[in-house]
């Protein structure tokens, strides 16, 4: 069923109905855009990635809105849906006005698929937050229980006497002559129509009736209507404040559905619905929280009961029959063995069926979402021995393991698949991730040949000169930064580093930088918990992603061809950083076994080790801490002391 503003206030008692008496409920929403600014890394943790998004997507404006209700039916044995598909559009007045972004792309994309973006604008069904809502509603009552009060009378300033004096001259000759009902007073301003309000009411409060008047061009004019008695006065007074109720309670709009659904505490669903529940809480609750644990609790306050079907076919056993988890190449899957769709059926103009095929229509997203729920949750209770027609309680032991996992699309085959909103995210390991500085005419192929040693790796482009680098072969991510030392041309970070120093102000960086480089001194925070050290020798290694690089992510071929520089004479050559051989990567990697195996628990060498230097080293080693130390100071414990400033 198609919702707009004007059938709104009708169907509101329907959708109240289907949502009381479903099993569970599916969503779908429709953006003006996805993304402003930079994107998600693959290599983002949750609260990252939560980050991102919040910057990145909180100023686009939803404008579709789709709401599946699936409902048992006993009789039939069976499923039904009512369906319905909301226009959205925030229209100001008496709601607050709203500045939002468009993407160029998002919006082609959805005329592309015969959005009616007419429609939109003139029939979109309004919606506001609820501290706004509540201010609003606050700012009306006060507003008319004032209108009445003489006492708060505003002083007619001197420049608008004139006009105020001309026009309750046209109101009184108005009255005097019988022949119209109505007159319009126009050319006013905000301030003078409120000063009218006040005189016109004082003086003719028996007589005639003022309110104002919405032109269809949206200018606003004043209405003096003739009084036949004083209770014509008190209703008309009545029915203008109800009025103003009823134009209130039209801007608070779609809040009220996003609020059943919230009430309602059934499961919801959605496909890949992170965004949605971000415009969701964001558009119709409150804005969303900068703190991430903060967001997890808010979220799962307002919806108890969340389930991903991006999440659910992400994982065993679906994930190795399920070539892609787009939602139509989903649905076609599931139709086919060893899965199978589940019968649904409509009443008419209540749902949607599967011949109608309107993808993209938010409403026919939210049903066919629900279609492979049904198949999944089937499937699985298929595996299990149980009874695989109607869905269990949330709470059972089928469904779950897979509440309240909202799935992340970027960092999914990278180890971090969800933001879990009643716990702990898997938080892998990133040292086998690096930050590389380059130069700007490099390719694909000059970064897979810097690294051909390592083997296969993941590369993720930040802008024209910076990228993320994942190792496939982990055990060799500690000879990476040995293995490149001596390279000129590129700069490699460790990934933590990297977003150690990304995530200080630039100024606050370089006052640390210049502090670490000049005393070698440990920095305390100041709760004494977190202890800092001065890391970074080369400054293009603090190189923070700026823009976009449109380059695919993908994992590098092991074979890869050479990097390649084009010469003055328009004839390629190949480039002089020739990655290290692979006998040298074993070679670091053995010494820093051996390195590693000479070192006792309390971080020292062994006394036996330390015997076999030579006179000179150790003659060295004492000249350089006796400068800086006592002259009586033993050299045991200078020895120790600066093994201890070596330590992490």
């Known amino acids: 069923m198609e919702v707009t503003r004007k059938n709104f206030k009708e ?3 329907l959708i109240s109905e289907s949502i009381d008496k479903a099993d569970f409920l599916v969503i779908d929403t429709e953006f003006t855009g996805l993304i402003n600014g930079r994107d998600v890394s693959i290599f983002d943790t949750p609260q990252e990635y939560y980050t991102t998004l919040l910057n ?8 579709q809105y789709g709401l599946c209700a699936f409902y048992w039916d006993d009789l039939e044995k069976h499923y039904r849906n009512d369906a319905y598909n909301f226009y959205l559009f925030p229209r100001g007045r008496p709601g607050p006005e709203k500045m939002f972004l468009c993407q160029s792309s998002s919006l082609d994309f959805l005329a592309a698929q015969g959005f009616d973006f007419n429609k939109l604008i003139k029939e979109g069904i309004s919606y506001m937050t609820e501290p706004i809502e509540t201010k609003l509603r606050e700012n009306l009552t006060e507003r008319q229980n004032r209108m009445n009060n003489e006492n708060e009378a505003i002083t007619i300033p001197e420049e608008h006497r004139n006009q105020i004096e001309d026009i309750c001259k046209k109101v009184r000759e108005f009255l005097n002559d019988d022949t119209e009902e109505e007159i319009e007073i126009d050319k006013c301003n905000a301030f003078v129509r409120r000063l009218l309000f006040q005189e016109l009411g004082t003086r003719f409060k028996n007589e005639a009736f003022v309110e104002t008047k919405v032109l269809e061009n949206k200018d606003r004019v004043l209405r003096v209507t003739r009084l036949t008695s004083a209770n014509d006065g008190k209703s008309r007074d009545t029915q203008k404040k109800e009025k103003e109720w009823e134009e209130f309670e039209e801007a608070v709009g779609f809040s009220k559905v996003a609020r059943m659904i919230s009430q309602s505490e059934k499961l919801v669903i959605g496909h890949n ?7 969701t809480l964001n558009h119709f609750f409150q804005p969303l929280p900068s703190d991430y644990e903060s967001f997890k609790e808010f979220a799962h306050c307002m919806f108890p009961r969340l389930l991903d079907t991006k999440y659910l076919s992400s994982l065993p056993p679906f994930k190795d029959k ?8 989903l649905l076609t899957t599931l139709s086919e063995p060893p899965f199978s769709l589940s019968k649904v059926e409509c009443a008419a103009g209540r749902g949607y069926s599967r011949a109608d095929a309107k993808a993209h229509e938010a409403g026919y997203d939210a049903y066919v979402t629900g279609l492979c729920f049904l198949a999944m949750q089937a499937h699985l209770a298929r595996m299990r021995g149980d009874s695989s027609s109607r869905v269990p309680s949330p709470d059972s032991p089928l469904l779950k393991p897979f509440l309240n996992k ?10 971090s698949p969800y933001i879990n909103l009643t716990g702990p995210e898997p938080t892998p390991s990133r040292d086998h991730v690096f930050h590389l500085t380059f130069p700007k005419d490099w390719q694909r192929n000059d970064i897979n040949q810097l690294f051909s040693a390592f083997g296969q790796i993941t590369v993720q482009f930040l802008d024209d000169t910076s990228a993320l680098v994942a190792l496939s072969r982990k055990d060799l991510a500690k000879t990476v930064t040995r293995a490149f030392a001596n390279n000129s041309r590129i700069s490699i970070v460790p990934y933590v580093k990297y977003k150690l120093l990304t995530s200080k102000s630039a100024s606050q960086y370089q006052n640390e930088r210049r502090e670490d480089s ?11 918990t977190l202890a800092r050290r001065g890391i970074v020798s080369d400054s293009n290694a603090t190189r923070a992603p700026e823009k976009s690089r449109e380059r695919s992510n993908s994992v590098s071929l092991t074979e890869t061809q050479p990097a390649r520089k084009r010469s003055s004479s328009g ?18 990697s053995e010494n820093e076994t051996r390195n590693s195996s000479e070192v006792v628990s309390n971080g020292r060498r062994k006394h036996s080790d330390c015997a076999k230097e030579t006179v000179t080293e150790k003659t060295k080693q004492m000249n350089n801490v006796i400068e800086k130390f006592d002259s009586d100071s033993k050299v045991e414990c200078v020895t120790a002391f600066k093994e201890i400033d070596n330590w992490d």
Do not use: C, W
């Open 11 to 13: 169907t509101l008692p």
């Open 273 to 279: 619905m992170l965004l949605d529940m971000l415009h």
């Open 571 to 588: 004839v390629f050559k190949i480039e002089e950083v020739s990655p290290p051989k692979k006998a040298e990567l074993i070679k670091i």
């Open 406 to 415: 909202l799935f992340l699309s970027r960092t999914a085959h990278q180890d």
């Open 322 to 329: 399920v070539n892609s988890s787009v939602l139509q190449h």
């Open 56 to 63: 990145g997507s909180s100023d686009f404006l939803l404008i």
């Open 518 to 528: 000049s005393e070698k001194l440990m920095k305390y925070s100041t709760d004494n």
